[in-house]
């Protein structure tokens, strides 16, 4: 059969693989199948469609029977509308300094949820007990936003992963001072593969209340969603969604993507493949002299210094960035369609570069 006739054109090489973001990454064949699967006909908007109906099935068979899910447009978003349900106006988030929302939002959780973030530096981006306490006081001092709420990020924007005992340890210690946890879960689906456990292990086992479900960074186009884990935690979470401009009119095809990643085993076996292909560069980068491996790799990230003229050269043959760029620090992705060859290519022109 012939593919439909476009006037769009292809404007960049398919060929070409970097290891900058997950985000770079195209969409999964089989999200595609999805997405032609959920068109044709009428169906309706806003939610009501039969897909997003069956989603909240799917996403109750990994996450409980109590797991709703509210599909978003994008990640910041599922984190804005998520924080806004959980805290009242004069409320605050605790969190680790390098996590996501204070980092790469553009201060959208101030901007638009009007909460105020409270930081914790960490050495490996995981919070603890002892970490939350540095900010969790103050409840009735009205000069002080309030502490209300403790978010984690599984996995860390270091490529670290919470056992689900820490998890565990910081919903008690949370919930204890009356705060609610979320769960940045961006990259959820590369945590649950270097665990191997299945993701409710570590969210609605251990006490997380909300979750940012994450599908773009594992081969999703736009697949994201709030997940609700404790219905009791939040308030007018539907509304939320519209007035963060997160409410999508055709969200069939949100869902439908949803679906695809989660009906079987779709998201595990992306994620442990991008899982793997940094291992393989892990393991290929230690081998190069004068290349640091500055965290342990649980996931799909691999971050390292190396001199920055040889980073610089680098990033002339591959797409990468620099995570600290005074102290020569970068950070390497590996994605659901990386290949073993991208990685030993990669690795070679490192060691040439560092030969030069």
């Not at 973001?21 to 309706?44: F, I, K, M, R, T």
């Not at 939610?47 to 994008?74: C, I, K, M, W």
């Not at 595990?268 to 393989?280: C, D, I, P, S, T």
């Amino acid at each position: 059969m012939n593919p439909p006739k476009t006037d769009a054109r292809r404007h960049h090489d398919p060929e070409v693989r970097g290891f900058a973001s997950d985000n770079y990454a195209g969409v999964h064949p089989e999200v595609l199948a999805a997405l032609a699967l959920a068109n044709g006909g009428h169906q309706v908007s806003y939610g009501e469609d039969d897909y997003t109906g069956h989603l909240q099935q799917v996403v109750r068979s990994h996450f409980g029977a109590t797991a709703e899910a509210f599909p978003v447009f994008n990640g910041t978003g599922a984190n804005v509308v998520a924080l806004q349900a959980l805290t009242d106006r004069w409320g605050a988030v605790i969190c680790a300094e390098s996590a996501h929302i204070n980092t790469d939002e553009g201060g959208a959780p101030e901007q638009v949820a009007g909460i105020k973030l409270l930081t914790v530096p960490t050495p490996d981006g995981k919070l603890t007990p002892d970490l939350i306490d540095r900010q969790a006081y103050g409840w009735d001092d009205e000069h002080r936003a309030m502490p209300q709420v403790v978010s984690i990020t599984q996995n860390t924007e270091y490529g670290t992963v919470y056992t689900p005992d820490e998890i565990r340890a910081i919903c008690e210690h949370a919930h204890e001072r009356g705060m609610t946890v979320h769960l940045d879960g961006a990259r959820i689906a590369n945590a649950a593969a270097s665990l191997d456990v299945p993701m409710r292990a570590f969210t609605n086992a251990v006490g997380v209340d909300v979750l940012s479900f994450g599908g773009t960074k594992n081969g999703a186009m736009s697949g994201e969603a709030v997940v609700v884990l404790n219905p009791g935690a939040v308030r007018h979470l539907k509304h939320l969604r519209k007035t963060s401009m997160q409410l999508a009119s055709k969200m069939r095809f949100v869902s439908v993507q949803l679906e695809a990643l989660l009906a079987k085993d779709l998201w595990l076996r992306n994620a442990r493949h991008a899982n793997e292909m940094a291992r393989r560069l892990a393991e290929g980068v230690r081998a190069v002299h004068g290349v640091e491996i500055l965290y342990e790799v649980q996931a799909n990230a691999v971050f390292a210094r190396l001199p920055h003229d040889v980073a610089e050269r680098l990033q002339k043959r591959y797409r990468f960035y620099f995570w600290d760029e005074a102290a020569g620090d970068v950070r390497w992705m590996c994605s659901f369609d990386t290949t073993e060859d991208d990685v030993d290519g990669f690795v070679a022109a490192l060691e040439e570069e560092m030969a030069r």
